[in-house]
């Protein structure tokens, strides 16, 4: 395949990166006078523009060396940043499958990047053979996947993924948000077969602090030292990087709750399962189920009057609903409400 250099923009590999404060002193402990901050309070001081200390318990848990993290303002921040260093504006094309997660489209219009939409399989799969068509184009840079697929719920065959690692040349990007739910194992463990690959994690599902915002990726060094350059200064506030760090530390807390979330889903399934306005309930490694209803948009309509919220998934799945797996006690409440449902639609 081709270096990482060759698949940067030009422009990204000679820019000279904003250099701040900290990055200048380092980590000189003293009377900081270089910043022009305010002297006084609790917050008063920059954040780690590196984030070392929440790197480092992501390192210990991941086993992954710290050189090989990259920690953005949500997974949005890193997409958005993988298409700025390798797709020319206005050139440069991606490829993802839908349906699935809106931000890749997002970012690519933001970005003024091309898009080729490969449409998942009937089975929700990637269609390998249509995919491969476009693997020699010269200006398709970044490939996108995501596993388990989000709005889908399933996960993508292994040997598919393993595919395109072994025969596309750009970069690969594998987004894992929902990974936790799954028994289908990361690819964090062949970083180092593939340089290409990029490993996209999060605190927001599985870990529950979405309001933290905290995306990670993991690849090669050479990609994150790209990603670097063109991070703002500063793009994970210290609050932030604080609650990460004091949330992996809570790992029993953590398998706790996502022990519940599973069992929830199971009796979610079962429930769903007995009521005759549900179609069909595809198969699901999230925390959310995906529902073909007789009557979605009655049904989305009477949920919100009873003040449950699902998403309406319809222009992407025909007559399709997204729950997301609640408390017992939330859940308990939306199948009160659709029993009623069976009932009157």
């Given amino acids: 395949m081709k270096n990482i250099n060759q698949l940067a923009r030009p422009n990204v590999l000679t820019m000279c990166p904003y250099s701040s404060a900290r990055d200048e002193s380092g980590e000189i402990e003293g009377i900081y006078l270089d910043a022009n901050e ?20 992501l390192s210990e848990i991941k086993n992954i060396a710290t050189e090989k993290i990259f920690i953005g303002n949500g997974s949005d921040e890193i997409i958005d940043h993988i298409y700025r260093v390798f797709c020319n504006p206005g050139k440069d094309k991606v490829m993802f499958f839908s349906p699935t997660f809106g931000m890749y489209q997002v970012a690519a219009d933001l970005n003024d990047v091309k898009v080729i939409d490969i449409p998942l ?47 596309f040349n750009g970069i690969v990007a594998i987004d894992e948000a929902y990974i936790e739910f799954t ?11 593939f340089p290409h690959l990029v490993l996209l994690q999060t605190l927001s599902k599985a870990w529950g602090i979405a309001g933290v915002r905290i995306g990670m990726a993991y690849a090669n060094p050479e990609i994150i030292h790209l990603l670097n350059k ?19 530390n809570q790992s029993s807390e953590f398998e706790k709750r996502k022990k519940i979330i599973l069992e929830e889903k199971e009796k ?43 998403r309406d998934q319809s222009s992407k799945i ?26 009157t639609l």
Wanted: net charge positive; hydrophobic share 35%; glycine share 2%.
């Fill in 268 to 310: 979610l399934h079962l429930a769903l399962e007995k009521l005759s306005l549900v179609v069909k309930i595809y198969p699901s490694d999230t925390n959310f189920l995906l529902v073909k209803f007789s009557h979605s948009n009655q049904v989305f309509k009477k949920l919100i009057q009873e003040g449950i919220i699902v």
């Fill in 121 to 167: 399989t009937s089975d929700f799969q990637i269609n390998i053979e249509e995919a491969q068509k476009y693997f020699k184009d010269e200006n398709l840079k970044v490939l996108v996947i995501c596993t388990p697929n989000n709005p889908t719920g399933n996960a993508i065959n292994p040997k598919d993924i393993d595919f395109i690692l072994e025969n």
């Fill in 38 to 57: 305010n002297p006084f309070g609790k917050n008063n001081r920059y954040p780690d523009p590196y984030q070392k200390d929440l790197k480092q318990r």
């Fill in 230 to 248: 063109v991070k703002h200064p500063y793009n994970i506030s210290t609050l932030n990087q604080k609650a990460a760090i004091e949330t992996l």
């Fill in 183 to 193: 028994d289908q194992l990361s690819y964090l463990d062949k970083i180092d077969q």
């Fill in 318 to 343: 025909k007559n399709s609903l997204r729950i997301t797996v609640g408390s017992p006690e939330e859940n308990l409440k939306l199948i009160n409400s659709l029993h009623k449902l069976n009932v």
